[in-house]
């Protein structure tokens, strides 16, 4: 059933996709007509219309830029470490980052799902994969922090992630790299591939009021490489779909030997099936470990907590469960109109671009009009059954597909960047305007739901020669902004973003601004080592532990001396910020801390580890610009010799005070 395409024209092909990067479209220079200043310009004072939530890729961290400025709002840490924040070097952060390896203070961040209530954005949350250590996160649009991380077994590569169903009941997490199941089992030959490797896709429930995650259960599959996915909405709300490469399973030289095939597959998934066997228990237990870490805003503190069982159900023992769909050429996107009817499966190195109609499926799968020959004993739909039609021509390298109000879909197109407007009915192209360069995802706002509001699509391209300021041989990553609200598309901005940027998220500001959370109410802080006024501050040896309960407020902290700290100890700052005013940050910094900094939000405590490696002076300062008098907000701790005779004690002004007895 599958043929196989000639060694030249694959090197041809390879010759384009690198080639063109380095090509500079010929009308680059002068692209954005008179008026497009006026469109994107947001005066002083006032908000933009939309939040746009863009991927970090291998910062690890998700970034929020208004639209249509292109201004940056804020860089939100997630998987990596964040010396502005003081994310991942708090004691309090330290746990988001552990996984089963332990602490890992990066990963690469590709894709952003906005939480869904009737297949459209309701602003709670905004869910982002960890593509190098499987995790996937959740963050929190009341804070714009990370609220929980969750860790995915039997994963490598969690790239077809994070993709939500019409109620974000699961979202959805499939593995890109197909590997041998955790644990011993895993310590088999690479060349067992076709034998030992399976492909697996978590399911993570999220609970309606509070976002609390939970790996609800695995699917086991063939091994393939997942790449995208979509659930289904509107009358296809129960089933997803996803993307396969290499459904020849090779394991080496990919490039070539996972392009053999003339078709790959969309991997159709009747999810609300799966729900059922798993309700009917027919799901394995299956040992694993992985990290389940949660931020909780009352204490102020993460916990990790590692979880040692995962739910496991084979495909392959339920026939009805998974179909496979023909799809030309290595699919990379597999998008889902917002009427639910029309799935595109764009196939990176395919000339055509397939539009698959779930009416088709559902009758192919009742009538059995499956391909003769099985795959990993698995039915596949025959081509023509499932197929609606082909768009045509359509240009070179299709990825992404998003959609407007108006029946119409848009796709990037990698090796000719360029984005194409065409028709869902039809099947026409209607427009197609250049990307500068090599465009990857793309985005409309509300795009991949059931309502988008169009009027915005914004490419997030690869390759940004010429168009800023070089710096040096790393050039900034790229965003251009297109308006769509008319037939043709109109190029209107260009903007720099932190990379590597893949997909990306936009809402209307109005879902959110009701929403912002200005303080943290000091009275209901939990933190342990608060202190909810100057009179709770204190000192306390414990052992070779000196824990220090230290106050902030404009313009100092209390105590700001502190003496009596020994070679030897291990100090902890448990910093409470007092204000509880909007925007009053305090930062936490010490001389010569191995670590970070501390930046700590009105009402909140956090707390800063230091362990001093000399006798001396050391200076504690404000990080965060607080006041006219934030430079006088200071002190001083001073190190004395092991053993030495100076007592522990701290004061503010003139008002010495002794630390309490040490406690063992
Ligand atoms: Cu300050």
Redesign the pocket.
């Known amino acids: 059933m599958f043929t196989k395409i000639n060694k030249p024209s694959l090197l041809i092909l390879s010759l384009v996709l690198l080639s063109a990067a380095s090509c500079k479209p010929k009308s680059a220079g002068n692209a954005v007509s008179k008026d497009a200043a006026s469109k994107v310009y947001v005066p002083p004072g006032k908000y933009d219309e939309f939040y746009n939530f863009v991927s970090g890729g291998f910062s690890g961290q998700l970034s929020v830029y208004g639209l249509p400025s292109g201004r940056l709002l804020r860089v939100i840490p997630v998987f990596s470490v964040d010396p502005e924040k003081g994310w991942g070097y708090s004691e309090e952060t330290k746990p988001m980052l552990n996984t089963s390896h332990g602490f890992v203070p990066w990963d690469d961040l590709h894709h952003v799902e906005m939480s869904m209530t009737d297949g459209q954005a309701d602003g709670k949350w905004v869910f982002v994969n960890g593509n190098n250590t499987p995790r996937l996160a959740r963050v929190d649009l009341k804070t714009f922090r990370t609220a929980e991380i969750i860790e995915l077994p039997n994963s490598a590569g969690n790239h077809s992630s994070p993709f939500g169903t019409e109620n974000s009941e699961y979202i959805v997490a499939g593995t890109r790299f197909s590997v041998p199941e955790d644990g011993e089992a895993g310590d088999v030959p690479i060349s067992t591939y076709k034998e030992n490797f399976k492909g697996h896709i978590s399911f993570v429930s999220v609970n309606k009021e509070t976002g609390d995650m939970n790996i609800a259960f695995q699917l086991k599959t063939p091994g393939v490489n997942f790449d995208l996915a979509r659930s289904g909405k509107g009358k296809s709300n129960g089933w997803f779909f996803f993307s396969c490469y290499n459904s020849e399973q090779a394991n080496t030289l990919l490039e070539v030997n996972a392009s053999k095939r003339d078709k790959d597959f969309i991997m159709a998934v009747n999810w609300k099936k799966a729900e059922e066997y798993i309700k009917a228990g027919k799901g394995k237990k299956q040992a694993v470990k992985y990290a389940h870490n949660k931020y909780d805003e009352q204490t102020h503190t993460a916990t990790s907590e590692i979880k040692t069982e995962v739910t496991v159900l084979d495909v392959t023992e339920f026939p009805d469960i998974v179909y496979f769909i023909p799809c030309p050429k290595s699919p990379h996107g597999c998008d889902v109109d917002p009427t639910g009817e029309y799935i595109v499966g764009s196939g990176k190195l395919a000339a055509l671009l397939p539009v698959f109609s779930y009416d088709k499926i559902q009758k192919a799968i009742a009538e059995k009009n499956f391909e003769p020959e099985k795959y990993s004993g698995l039915p596949v739909i025959k081509y023509e059954a499932a197929l609606y039609g082909e768009v045509q021509k359509p240009g070179l390298g299709p990825l992404h597909t998003e959609f407007d109000a108006n029946g119409n879909a848009y796709t990037s197109f990698f090796v000719s960047s360029e984005v194409v407007k065409w028709n869902i009915k039809d099947l026409k192209v209607l427009d197609r305007q250049p990307t500068y360069y090599s465009v990857g995802h793309l985005m409309i706002p509300g795009g991949n739901t059931k309502k988008p509001f169009g009027k915005y699509l914004v490419a997030y391209n690869k390759i940004t020669k010429d168009r800023y300021l070089p710096t040096g041989p790393e050039l900034s990553q790229s965003a251009q902004l297109y308006d769509i609200s008319g037939d043709k598309m109109e190029l209107i901005l260009d903007f720099p973003t932190i990379g590597e940027p893949h997909y990306a998220q936009a809402v209307p500001a109005s879902l959110l601004l009701p929403k912002q959370l200005k303080i943290f109410d000091i009275n209901a802080n939990r933190h342990p080592y608060a202190a909810k006024g100057e009179a709770e501050t204190k000192v306390i040896r414990r052992g070779n532990q000196i824990h220090v309960y230290i106050t ?1 407020v ?2 100092h902290f209390a105590p700001d001396n502190i003496e009596g700290v020994q070679l030897g100890d291990e100090v902890y700052f448990h910093v409470t910020n007092l204000e509880q005013d909007w925007d009053v940050p ?2 936490f910094g010490v001389k010569g801390a191995a670590n970070g900094e501390l930046l700590i939000m009105p009402g909140e405590t956090l707390t800063l580890k230091w362990i001093p490696d000399r006798t001396g002076m050391f200076p504690i300062y ?1 990080t ?4 006219a008098l ?1 430079q006088e ?1 200071s002190g001083y701790v001073r190190v004395s010799p092991k053993g030495s005779n100076v007592p522990l004690s701290f004061s503010l002004g003139d008002k010495p005070k002794k630390a309490e007895p040490a406690v063992q």
Do not use: I, P, T
Request: glycine share 8%; aromatic share 8%.
């Open positions: 902030a404009r313009s305090h930062g404000c965060d610009f607080c006041s934030h907000m």
